[in-house]
């Protein structure tokens, strides 16, 4: 018999959330100090980002994380075709987020402001901190969406062919757990860099 | 190893989730708004830790699962918020 | 660059490895072998696992910051850019430290095994050191900043570390108490690999005192950047890892190559090594207490006589090494049995060298027997 262990899978997988937790955790602690020192910048400089598009896209992600969600619980009832369906819609509100991400990081780049570029040279530091960690922030956040935007869509065609199933789908668990996570980091992401006006 | 009940959770628990969320989410949004200086921050923090707590509890099943993976949970936090904390010795009371 | 990248990925496999380990030991022990009837081996493995776990992705992503600033200059680092050295400090030693736990803890489960094996006694405390191998894991976690002193860290924050960095030493000092009462009324089979185990409790000491007086603030800065710190870490990092690792390859090389090795040659070995060594760093606590500054070539006349000592200490060094690799390298050892030491853990249970799959059946651990079940 084939040896199978869920619970082993979830546990692997909480525990690589753990080190991402951490890999984020860094970036918090140097937000926590930068911010301490410069404030009244970090204050001045979050006027620059659009608080609206920022919503927009946290809703974006609650929502995906719901369907992802729900989408678990479709594949438990043997309903494959919901389950594909809550996955294609989490895919498109990944979708969203990453056009609205590239129309915010599009304007900036279009006014010259962009790591290392000649503008962001001439700001003062509080400023050049703020917007280096806005961009580092994000952009890595954005490569983690990525990451998971694939994840799920090879689950989602696990989904489809019925490889993840009622009785096995510790896969689309994982994956789940993955793009809660992605949904957690902007969580935290979004107050802090959008709403310290 | 497959002989642990399964939990399946209802569509309605997400949506009220989901609902408790975005409400959550507005709130801070329009906090914003009002100027309450140091304080902002601090609200701010507090509803996202309130988000986060929601979104592990049920979106990722934590309360469903052994109470060792909300034991790791709760240690791998407690260490976080340590280091911050000892980091921060240091740059406050410099 | 490239390098910096590297050493992120390399992150990648130490984090997989402590992740890999925590699932299987929670996941797939033995049937019967409950936490607590694990050999301390495994267990000060566990604690290694977490470190790895919880301390990699800090210098994971200090890398990417260092790769942020050389590429795309978003100086988090960068005074010139409004960043902040001593943060690259901190987040650099909130990893560094905790590697240096990744190291010595095995070598701690490596004699924890060796010691009873070798008295043929159950070892002493076995809950003591379990738990302490946690607790190391969890106070190392938060001492990184004693290696900044002198950095110009606020007051609170240095004693606050300092006091944090004296709490580690209690559960290493439990271990090492828990070693030495382990032997107390055994029959001590004075055998290669109990050699270096009782070398490494004797430099292991050496190292943990020494470090304390670096871990005390008003010494530190005395003493920072001296030799006395390169023979504090080389106590710990040679003279304990180091030693514990020639002592498990002594251990386990039977059943790993199926053929033992020359005792006379191995005890001629540990005899160069332990000379060799301590004549090599023990003068450089000396002349660091003088003031000999570190990685520097040259120096004043009056460290002449220290650094001469160091010298022959590190050519009788390399003659122990030599003799250990010609020892092992050699196929003229006779055939081993499958256990040679009278251990009692699983591995013995099993042929030198193991087959495929290691057990045919599974082994099990009976209801009132425990992993260190000597006469
Ligand atoms: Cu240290």
């Known amino acids: 018999m084939e040896h199978r262990d869920d619970i082993g899978a979830k546990l692997g997988m909480w525990i690589f959330i753990f080190t991402e937790i951490l890999l984020f955790g860094g970036l918090f602690l140097v937000y926590a100090i930068m911010r301490n020192r410069y404030s009244v910048e970090f204050h001045q400089c979050a006027h620059h980002l659009n608080a609206f598009i920022g919503t927009v896209n946290t809703i974006a992600l609650l929502v995906s994380s719901a369907s992802v969600a729900m989408s678990i619980t479709a594949v438990q009832k043997g309903d494959k075709k919901t389950a594909v369906i809550l996955l294609f819609v989490t895919l498109l509100c990944a979708a969203v987020f990453m056009v609205n991400k590239y129309f915010e990081w599009g304007h900036k780049f279009s006014i010259g402001l962009y790591p290392g570029s000649q503008l962001m040279l001439t700001l003062n530091h509080g400023s050049i901190m703020f917007f280096s960690l806005y961009f580092f922030m994000t952009g890595l956040h954005m490569f983690h969406l990525i990451v998971g935007g694939i994840i799920l869509t090879i689950v989602a065609i696990k989904v489809q062919r019925g490889a993840v199933n009622a009785g096995s789908y510790v896969l689309l668990e994982n994956g789940g757990l993955y793009w809660h996570l992605v949904d957690l980091i902007w969580i935290f992401l979004f107050p802090l860099l959008y709403l310290i006006t | ?67 060792l993976f909300r034991v790791f949970v709760a240690m791998v936090l407690m260490i976080y918020v340590l280091v911050i904390l000892f980091t921060l010795s240091d740059y406050l009371l410099r | 660059m490239a390098a910096v990248f590297g050493a992120f990925v390399l992150g990648f496999s130490s984090i997989l490895t402590g992740l890999n380990f925590i699932v299987t030991m929670h996941r797939m022990r033995a049937p019967g072998m409950t936490f607590f009837k694990m050999p301390l081996f495994p267990w000060a493995l566990y604690a290694t696992a977490w470190i790895q776990v919880l301390a990699t992705p800090i210098v994971g992503i200090t890398l990417l910051m260092i790769i942020a600033e050389r590429w795309l200059r978003i100086g988090f680092f960068d005074p010139s850019l409004g960043g902040d050295p001593i943060l690259y400090q901190h987040l650099f030693w909130i990893y560094s430290h905790p590697a240096v736990y990744i190291m010595i803890l095995p070598a701690m489960g490596v004699i924890t095994e060796i010691i009873p094996t070798f008295s043929q006694r159950r070892i002493f405390g076995y809950k003591a050191i379990a738990i302490s191998s946690l607790a190391i894991a969890l106070v190392g976690y938060f001492v990184w900043a004693h290696h900044m002193y002198t950095s110009g860290m606020s007051t609170t924050a240095r004693w606050i570390f300092s006091l944090l960095t004296f709490l580690v030493a ?29 070398g490494f409790i004797f430099l ?23 030799a006395y710190v390169v023979a504090h870490f080389h106590y710990i990092v040679f003279g304990g890892v180091g030693f514990a690792f020639f002592a498990a390859v002594y251990y386990w090389y039977p059943k790993m190559f199926g053929r033992m090795y020359n005792f006379k040659m191995a005890n001629w070995s540990f005899v160069f090594l332990f000379a060799g060594f301590n004549l090599l760093y023990f003068p450089q606590f000396v002349i660091g207490i003088m003031g000999m500054p570190r990685r520097y070539f040259d120096y004043l006349p009056q460290f002449t006589f220290g650094h001469q000592l160091s010298f022959f200490g590190a050519l009788l060094l390399v003659i122990g090494i030599v003799i250990m690799l010609i020892t092992l390298a050699s196929k003229k050892g006779a055939k081993a049995p499958d256990n040679p030491w ?34």
Not at chain 3, 172 to 198: C, D, E, R
Request: aromatic share 12%.
């Open chain 3, 204 to 226: 292991f000491m050496i190292g943990g005192m020494t470090g304390l007086s670096l871990g005390a603030l008003a010494t530190n800065i005395h003493v920072h950047d001296t």
């Open chain 3, 342 to 375: 009278g251990g009692r853990t699983f591995e013995w249970q099993i042929p030198s060298p193991p087959p495929v799959e290691n057990f045919e059946v599974m082994p099990e651990l009976k209801e009132n027997e425990g992993p260190y079940d000597y006469k």
């Open chain 2, 1 to 67: 190893m497959q002989t642990e009940s399964v939990h399946i959770t209802p569509y309605r628990t997400y949506a009220w989730v989901l609902i408790a969320l975005m409400t959550l989410t507005l709130i801070t949004v329009t906090v914003t708004w009002i100027n309450l200086s140091a304080l902002t921050v601090a609200i701010a923090l507090i509803i996202a830790t309130v988000k986060a707590y929601i979104v592990l509890t049920y979106f990722m099943h934590l309360k469903f699962e052994s109470s």
């Open chain 3, 170 to 198: 209690v559960p290493s000092a439990i271990k090492v108490f828990n070693w030495v009462s382990t032997m107390y009324k055994g029959s001590i089979q004075m055998a290669p690999p109990f050699l270096f185990a009782v």
